[in-house]
């Protein structure tokens, strides 16, 4: 079985230590989902990405700039919630 939602995500991280994270969610469901919200984690520290609704089959791709935190070895990305 396939997965219904599949999450990805990249990080850049831009000269004076700005970092913008692209979260990209496709839903592979048979059903359309109402509402999505991803979470990056960066240690002790987490920021929301909501990714909103998607029809089925629909790819949705949001961007955003991290507010200034302390360098991470490594970002987590997951699934917070979604609603069908």
């Known amino acids: 079985a396939k997965p219904f939602l599949d999450l990805d ?3 850049a ?3 004076g230590g700005r970092v913008e994270v692209t979260v ?3 839903n592979r469901g048979p059903r359309e989902v109402v509402s999505s919200t991803a979470e990056v984690t960066c240690g002790e520290r987490s ?3 909501d990714l909103g609704a998607l029809d089925v089959d629909e790819v ?3 961007s955003r700039r991290l507010p200034r935190h302390e360098p991470c070895e490594a970002y987590r990305i997951q ?4 609603t069908w």
């Open 24 to 26: 990209e969610l496709a």
């Open 79 to 82: 699934l917070e919630r979604a």
């Open 60 to 62: 949705r791709v949001e």
């Open 9 to 11: 995500a990249t990080f």
């Open 47 to 49: 920021w929301h990405v």
């Open 13 to 15: 991280r831009y000269p």
